[in-house]
């Protein structure tokens, strides 16, 4: 019979409000809830998160592109940003001495123009100790100087001080400028002044060291037609700088962050994905009987799978437009609760945003809620006679293709790394499918010792083992469960607390270095004498990486190789006996302090991204220039660094004693409290030559991380609490029908309630501890495989996880309780007519 397709989506309506109350559909419909509020709500942060950071790397390029250089930018590369129609800011900076009445000193000087930040803003004050004024810059004839130097040269805002030729009025203390660099080149302290007094210097002489910069401001497709066009055009000398160029440990933390809300809503998702899968089943269950009504009544085996396939379609397209206000709603929570750390200008998410939290429900709904649906279409209408009659099974491989897929579609989205995906998909089912048959193997062994138990235990355990497989696909639901819940907590708890450990109340900020040999043991007591917190002092000397294999280095790279930049400058570099504190050996041997005389060969050890971008192994031999002195030198080991530790840091360490005569200096980081800054100052007046440099504004963004990241980290974890309820609920609905008539049974023979009680006691306290056992299990082994493959963090067993089947054996008794309430206070008689 020929039936129109609006006649059957008329019916499947009218099927769904008929329906409306039915515990499978709205199981069915808060778990899709769930998936697509979570992933809405993570869709529509990251998406504006990464609008943020890339606002706040803007402003630590104080530009959105930069174009810098040893050589001023000629009129080729400006005319074609202007013809763009992007705003240009420029700057000059060079070190050259500042002098006084009372003194001199080095200091980094930067001349700026009009337009200079772009992004951004400078901040300074009058006096010292005065609150802090935002925007602004030098005028012409002043100058706006750090801290440290008005220190120093022992001046107050508004005395002389002298620049080269010039004279100029050091105007105001600058406090913060956004683009300043994070090498230790730029660590001399900092003096602004306008480009309009810099001829006036005649600081700039041939075969000065100057740094040019060009900067940007656009918009994002005009710079990127730029960053094309002027590619081939940039000298040897220069390059582009993009905002991934920003401050590095603002981006990792942030990084960190979305990686981590990424993980817990693949969580939540993969819950509500095993929530959906039941409830469809139970679903699909229930409705052999009316399918054939429809069979009989007409309908083809396409009519009658498309009539249940549009009802669930409408219900998924229901909860996924409620969802998606949801998650709308959600990700302003986030933001709010992130407000004094990102920009107030943040775009709004985009339409794509919703389009993929839409897209993440349907995937859903097809790969786990479909296959179910499946046996409906193949319901045969002799069902109405023999009610035992059940439809062909669905092919195994169409179920787990479907779920497969819709699982790798979900993580692919989620813009997890691939090998994480498929560590996590394949390594998942793999230890699912052992798993699963070392439960099958032991529920048959329970069998044999059920014989011996008392009637409780033989009721409640012998509902289990009359389905086997049913039983295993509950209890790895239930670990499942239970797992990912300890998962997200685990690494909630554990990532904030290596976070808070890498910045820890007392945490280095100020660098002390240009500390002469002669005068560091000086120095190192009388800061001993006023510090809590001292880092390791590293001799530190600036050399040339030429020849690797006496192959000129630059003849080994690309023209666009990420290494151009370190190579073409001189490295800080530094000798030490014992591995740096926050680095790692990854490859090769460290050496031994045996005190042996220098050989020809000096050992290094060398930063494992430089090494991989210079393609060195080990063994390769390596030249060096320091100061006019060749020194030949061989790759030991490789070293990974966490550059976001505060603490000096170094691309190349030598073997120590074996340099000999090389000019060096001192470095270290060391803490002060705010309230110290009259011993800071005498310290500066006792060792002038020093160069002292404040971190306090980048440690205060960081700490702003880690406070607010921990709140958005804590909501997030509600959408996987959520899930969690949907899955327990749907399992225990899923053996509802079985387990009202098992009771109905029970009680017509003369059980009395209590005993029926210890059954299902019995029952869900295996099932709550084989699951917990599991998710132990899981846990330990999913912390692991994140831990060495994705935070990059080191790992140790957690005892507190033997807490697990404890824990799950509550939650699931007090979820099959409130579950299996229905057969425990029906009537016997009326459940057994019906």
């Known amino acids: 019979m020929k039936i129109r397709f609006l006649t059957i989506f008329s019916l499947a309506i009218k099927q769904s409000l008929r329906e409306l109350r039915s515990p499978e559909l709205y199981t069915l419909f808060f778990a899709l809830i769930v998936a697509v509020a979570s992933s809405s709500t993570i869709a529509h942060f990251a998406d504006r998160l990464h609008q943020a950071m890339q606002l706040r790397a803007s402003e630590f390029l104080a530009a959105d592109l930069v174009v810098s250089g040893s050589i001023a930018a000629n009129e080729r590369l400006i005319e074609q940003g202007l013809a763009l129609g992007l705003e240009p800011a420029r700057t000059v900076s060079f070190a050259t001495m500042l002098s006084s009445e009372q003194g001199m000193h080095l200091a980094s000087i930067k001349a700026v123009d009009d337009h200079y930040p772009l992004r951004g803003a400078l901040k300074s004050s009058l006096q010292l100790g005065d609150t802090e004024q935002i925007g602004g810059r030098p005028a012409p004839g002043e100058a706006w100087l750090d801290t440290q130097l008005f220190n120093v040269l022992d001046i107050q805002p508004g005395d002389s001080i002298e620049i080269g030729a010039t004279e100029l009025i050091a105007r105001r203390i600058l406090t913060f400028e956004p683009d300043s660099a994070g090498g230790f080149s730029a660590f001399t302290p900092r003096v602004i002044m306008h480009q309009a007094d810099l001829a006036a210097t005649q600081a700039i002489q041939p075969g000065s060291r100057i740094h040019y910069r060009l900067l940007w401001r656009g918009d994002s497709q005009a710079l990127a037609r730029y960053s094309e066009t002027i590619e081939p055009l940039l ?17 990792n933390a942030l990084e960190r962050a979305q990686q981590y809300l990424n993980l817990a809503s693949l969580a939540a998702i993969l819950l509500a994905c095993v929530s959906i899968a039941l409830s469809a089943s139970n679903f699909a269950n229930k409705r052999y009987d009316h399918a054939a009504l429809l069979r009989c009544f007409g309908l083809s085996r396409c009519q009658t799978l498309l009539l249940f396939s549009l009802q669930l379609l409408l219900l998924g397209v229901l909860a996924s437009l409620i969802a998606i206000v949801l998650g709308w709603f959600g990700q302003q929570v986030l933001f709010a609760l992130l407000a004094d750390l990102l920009p107030e200008d943040i775009p709004p998410a985009g339409l794509g945003a919703s389009l993929t939290a839409l897209f993440t429900g349907l995937i859903s709904l097809l790969g786990f809620g479909l296959p179910p649906l499946i046996a409906l279409g193949q319901v045969s209408p002799l069902r109405v006679l023999r009610r035992d009659l059940q439809p062909m099974p669905t092919a195994g491989w169409l179920v787990y293709s479907l779920a497969i897929t819709a699982l790798a579609l979900i993580m692919w989205r989620l813009s997890l790394d691939l090998g994480l995906t498929l560590v996590l998909l394949f390594g998942g089912l793999a230890f699912s499918l052992v ?9 048959k062994r329970l069998t044999a010792l059920l014989a011996r138990r008392n009637l409780a235990w033989r009721l409640g355990l012998g509902h289990l083992l009359r389905n086997p497989f049913l039983a ?24 904030l607390e290596n976070w808070q450990q890498q910045l820890p109340e007392q945490a280095a900020n100020h660098f002390a270095f240009n500390i002469m040999p002669h005068e560091q043991a000086d120095f190192a007591q009388q800061l001993h004498s006023i510090s809590p ?3 390791e002092f590293y001799p530190m000397t600036p050399g040339r990486l030429t020849h690797i294999n006496d192959q000129p280095v630059l003849d080994r790279l690309d023209p666009d190789s990420r290494a151009l930049s370190t190579v073409q400058r001189d490295l800080n570099l530094t000798w030490s006996t014992q591995v740096p504190k926050d680095n790692q050996i990854t490859a090769g041997q460290w050496w031994s302090n045996s005190g042996n005389p220098p050989s020809e060969i000096i050992e290094i050890s060398v930063e494992q991204e430089l090494a991989e971008r210079l393609d060195l192994q080990l063994g390769d031999r390596v030249t060096f220039n320091l100061g006019g002195q060749i020194i030949e030198s061989q790759v030991s080991n490789f070293r990974s660094v966490d550059w976001g530790s505060l603490q000096p840091n170094f691309f190349v360490i030598f073997a120590p004693e074996q340099l000999g005569n ?16 009259t011993q800071l100052r005498q310290l500066n007046q006792n060792f002038p030559a020093v160069s002292l ?29 959520a899930a969690g309820i949907t899955v327990l609920l749907a399992g225990v609905q899923s053996t509802l029908a079985s387990r009202i008539h098992q009771g109905a049974l029970l009680r017509a023979l003369g059980t009395p309630k209590k005993l029926l009680l210890k059954v299902n006691m019995y029952e ?3 099932l709550g501890l084989v699951s917990g056992v599991l998710a132990w299990l899981g846990c330990e082994l999913t912390s692991w495989l994140l831990y060495q493959f994705v935070f990059k963090l080191s790992w140790q067993p957690h005892p507190w996880l033997i807490l697990l089947p404890l824990l799950g054996a509550l939650l699931i008794n007090m979820a099959g309780f409130l579950g299996t309430r229905k057969a425990l206070n029906s009537s016997p008689l009326r459940i057994l007519k019906d």
């Open 662 to 677: 090389v000019p060096y200096t001192w470095i270290t980081s060391f803490y002060l409290a705010p309230e110290q800054d």
């Open 472 to 495: 295993v696909g509950q209890i790895l639901a239930f670990a499942l469960i239970i797992f990912a819940m300890a998962l997200v907590v685990l690494l909630r708890s554990e990532l």
């Open 235 to 251: 000298a040897p000398q220069q390059k582009i700088e993009q905002l991934s160029d920003g401050n590095p440990q603002l981006n």
């Open 693 to 721: 440099l404040r971190i306090e504004a980048l440690l205060s963004q960081l700490r702003a991380i880690l406070a607010q990241v921990t709140l958005a980290v804590e909501f997030i974890l509600l959408f996987v609490l």
């Open 764 to 766: 869900f306290s295996t």
């Open 435 to 443: 798993l699963g048959a070392g439960i099958l193997l032991l529920l």
């Open 533 to 535: 917190q001292i880092a």
